[in-house]
């Protein structure tokens, strides 16, 4: 599948194909599913969801019918035509494989994994350049669909495992999953969430997102899919110029389904303005201008 546009990010409204298909009737090029494992997963007891700084702190825990019983919501999206990317997760090498194998016979246009939800223990894969090459490895190995692998900015070098899972095959990286976070509540003098500690998203990770984008960008070959507090068009327009070549919304869906059309909206008017014909002009521009 090319790797351009506005996406649907992994989590948020990724789990019922009419869900799906209304995100994509607002605007988004391409949805990408909850991420899906082997068995049905009850997720972490609530509350899993708080606000905090103008973004969110979840600890759903991966929540998800396991991906047998997503197999329906799946031919619903292929028989509608709608470009979806399964997101899928596993605890272990056998297990992510086993997901997989299951996951490219739904006929998905790409498969993305999941190796960094910061309230889950998956979370550590992507803080290893060696189980992260070992995850991707494994998949690529069962599947004949692109793989993408989803990175974390809690690891202490993105870049190392970014390359590794260049390295093992990937077809592209995303960048960011959530960070680790808590919120406390100050009159029950304790944690808000059920987990305790959860994933933040939304306007606040912004400027981490793009940090870890332009890196990733420079140092690898394959294609960058920029997510991580996305919600005006001069955000695209930033992760664009830092390297992002596709583009994931999740938490500014809160405000309204139409923040597609709107950013596309105002990406069009920007490259009119600037006199700039494709967007692929300024993917990475503002590390290309000054190395
Ligand atoms: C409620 C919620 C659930 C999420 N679930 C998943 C998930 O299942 N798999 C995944 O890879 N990322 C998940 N994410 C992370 C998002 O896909 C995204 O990486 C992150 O929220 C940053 O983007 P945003 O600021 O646009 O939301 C979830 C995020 C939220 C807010």
């Known amino acids: 599948m090319k790797i351009t546009g506005y996406w649907l990010a992994s989590g ?22 909850k991420s899906i494992s082997l068995n049905p997963r009850q997720g ?26 997503f ?30 194998l299951k996951g490219v016979q739904l006929e998905p246009s790409a498969i993305e994994l999941n190796l960094s939800c910061p309230h889950a223990e998956i979370g550590q894969i992507a803080h290893s350049p060696d189980l992260t090459h070992k995850y ?11 793989v993408f692998a989803k990175l974390t900015p809690n690891a202490s070098d ?3 495992v970014g390359k590794a899972a260049e390295d093992a095959g990937a077809d592209a990286v995303v960048a960011i ?27 606040p990770i912004f400027p981490v997102a793009v940090r870890c984008v332009y ?12 997510v991580g507090g996305v919600s005006t068009w001069e955000d695209a327009i ?15 869906l809160i405000g309204g389904m139409n923040i597609f059309s709107k950013i596309k909206k105002g990406v069009a008017k920007y490259l009119d303005e600037m006199n700039i014909s494709e967007i692929s002009e300024i993917i990475g521009a503002a590390w290309r201008s000054i190395s």
């Open 136 to 146: 991707v490895a494994a998949v690529k190995d069962v599947v004949d669909c692109q």
């Open 44 to 69: 972490h007891s609530g509350p899993v969801i708080a606000t905090s700084h103008e973004g969110l702190i979840n600890a759903v825990g991966l929540t998800n019918p396991g991906i047998d019983a």
């Open 177 to 203: 999953n959530t960070l680790r976070g808590m919120k406390i509540d100050i009159y029950q003098m304790r944690p808000v969430l059920g987990n305790k500690v959860g994933g933040l998203s939304g306007p």
């Open 215 to 226: 890196d990733l960008s420079q140092a690898l070959t394959i294609p960058i899919i920029g």
């Open 12 to 33: 948020v409204l990724g789990v019922t194909a009419a869900s799906m298909g209304r995100v994509i009737e607002s605007g988004a090029d391409v949805v990408v599913t």
């Open 71 to 100: 197999k329906e919501e799946m031919e619903t999206l292929r028989e509608q035509n709608i470009p979806v990317v399964l997101s899928i997760f596993g605890n272990s090498i056998e297990e992510i494989r086993e997901v997989a």
């Open 238 to 252: 930033e992760m664009h110029l830092a390297g992002a070549s596709a583009i994931q919304i999740g938490t500014a």
């Open 158 to 160: 993105v870049i190392s």
